[in-house]
């Protein structure tokens, strides 16, 4: 027990270390994670650290899921849900059909059945590898809104149909009349319980006033959502979907302030430390992957490697320009309510194609025998083409995706989208502004005492700086105006400092002093953020 807790706090370290060295270099956290992982694992003497397929399945994949999920607008994804089942039921499931007949086509050693399960594995793109380097490179927000929505349902269809492959590898017979029909009440019955499961916690939220019992709660959303219908033979993935986009959009508007406040620090930690973990523990497999196929001569392996890869890549782009033109092509309706893009938004689509843990995780469930008793065909073999997908793609396109961006002049796109985003936010604080006003003039009483003046005064004051701001003006005063008050912010926080040294006051009054201009500074830089 003892060498695993310290395995874990090495991991967190480097995990921290890679994070910070990846932002100061400017390289996808992804590919330094996996990478770094991969390195380690090289070094001679080093023990091996096994990745557990349950653990992925279980305790990673449901709170990464329904975070995604509860982050994402109700209206944006229903809005875009035509691309997005385009992209995470029929991409996926082409990708692993096609997949599948071109490895067992090209590569020898590998049976139909398995070259199934291998194209099951790598079929889902990684939803965090791929919305987390578009967000940050500036790509149009409904290309990031399609990539995220993708990203929380393709599991789902990816791990069924993986369950039935591997079904049908084990046991030698397959009825796809038998596999529809369960995918569809997969499919209903699980959006269902999520349904139910997001509803019924956003009841219980309304009613607990207790922040950490809140957070607490939050934390038991996505396993009570993914367990039920895992456990019944689904995948799970999508009752987490649903619970998260349940929550997200009316959950969070029963928290209280300070739930909402330190809900948000909670699953922002969560989320780091579940992502950074599951990229680290894909790349620290590579020893034991090289293990399994050492018989093979790498130049066999290199190629397969390549042809699985390249075969992934090509396949979706083969599907994602059809899927983008065609139902506009055979719809009025469509090219009336959706403009036809430029090509360059079906390319960003296609090029954010990277795979994750979650393939790795699938790969190595594989069972090690079939219902015979026959080892398993090939499925060292498929968990080395899984891992060479994942490697490939993380590399080569984690890495050129901001030249590709560049390249595509979309950044101008996404940089144009943030100030439409900046200039609704002025509006909006403007509106509400404006309604503390109209509630300070509504005091029936006539009461002008000086404290109801100072705070019209001060709202006044806070308006005439957003309306300025919005017509374009003050900019420049008021960027030196949160300058100055990110002095005093500072001046505050040595004087309190002081304080406490000098004996004059206790811990527990310097943290709640403390926790004050705490507050103060958090508000303040955003709207550093947005001058810049």
Request: glycine share 8%.
């Amino acid at each position: 027990m003892a060498g695993e807790i310290e395995l874990l706090v090495g991991l967190l370290a480097v995990l921290c270390l890679v994070a910070l060295l990846a932002h100061r270099f400017q390289i996808p956290e992804p590919v330094m994670l996996v990478a770094s992982g991969a390195l380690i694992a090289l070094i001679p003497g080093l023990p091996q650290v096994r990745l557990d397929p349950e653990l992925v399945l279980i305790l990673f994949l449901p709170p990464l899921v329904y975070v995604a999920a509860t982050a994402l607008s109700w209206n944006d994804f229903f809005s875009n849900l035509r691309p997005i089942t385009l992209l995470a039921v029929g991409c996926v499931i082409f990708t692993a059909i096609l997949v599948a007949y071109i490895s067992e086509m090209l590569i020898p050693p590998l049976p139909l059945a398995a070259a199934f399960v291998l194209g099951a594995a790598i079929a889902p793109p990684d939803a965090v590898a791929a919305t987390s380097m578009a967000s940050r490179l500036g790509i149009p927000r409904r290309i990031v809104t399609v990539l995220e929505g993708e990203g929380v349902v393709n599991d789902a269809t990816a791990l069924t149909f993986y369950k039935f492959a591997v079904a049908a590898a084990v046991t030698g017979t397959f009825s796809i009349q038998k596999a529809v029909l369960t995918f569809g009440a997969v499919v209903v019955g699980e959006i269902a319980w999520g349904f139910v499961v997001g509803r019924c916690f956003t009841w219980l939220l309304a009613r607990l006033k207790n922040a950490p019992v809140q957070i607490t709660v939050s934390l038991i959303v996505p396993y009570v959502a993914f367990l039920v219908p895992e456990q019944l033979g689904g995948s799970g993935v999508l009752a987490v979907v649903m619970a998260g986009l349940c929550v997200g959009r009316s959950g969070f508007a029963e928290l209280t302030s300070i739930s909402r406040i330190e809900g948000r620090s909670v699953w922002n930690a969560i989320r780091f430390v579940l992502e950074g973990l599951l990229f680290l523990l894909t790349g620290l497999q590579i020893r034991a992957v090289l293990m399994r196929i050492a018989e093979r001569t790498p130049g066999e392996l290199a190629a397969y490697g390549m042809i699985v890869s390249v075969t992934v890549i090509l396949v979706r782009f083969l599907w994602v320009f059809p899927a983008t033109y065609l139902p506009r092509l055979l719809s009025r309706s469509t090219r009336q309510e959706e403009p036809q893009p430029t090509w360059q938004y079906p390319f960003v689509v296609a090029f954010t194609g990277m795979r994750g843990g979650v393939s790795l995780a699938a790969a190595l469930a594989i069972p090690l025998t079939t219902e015979s008793g026959k080892p398993f065909p090939e499925r060292d073999l498929v968990v080395f083409l899984t891992f060479c997908v994942i490697l490939f793609t993380l590399v080569l396109q984690g890495l050129t995706l901001p030249l590709v961006v560049r390249w595509l002049g979309l950044a101008q796109h996404g940089r144009e989208e943030e100030e439409e985003l900046d200039r609704q936010e002025l509006v909006a604080r403007s509106a509400v502004l404006g309604a503390a006003l109209d509630r300070l003039r509504s005091d029936h009483g006539g009461n002008q005492s000086a404290a109801k003046n100072s705070l019209e005064k001060e709202y006044r004051r806070r308006r005439k700086i957003v309306q300025d701001l919005l017509e374009g003006q003050r900019r420049e005063g008021f960027a030196k105006e949160l300058e100055l008050r990110q002095e005093l912010v500072d001046a505050e926080r040595r004087s309190l400092a002081s304080l406490r040294s000098n004996g004059e006051i206790s811990d527990e009054v310097l943290q709640r002093v403390q926790r004050d201009i705490d507050f103060e500074e958090a508000k303040l830089l955003p709207k550093r953020r947005q001058l810049e």
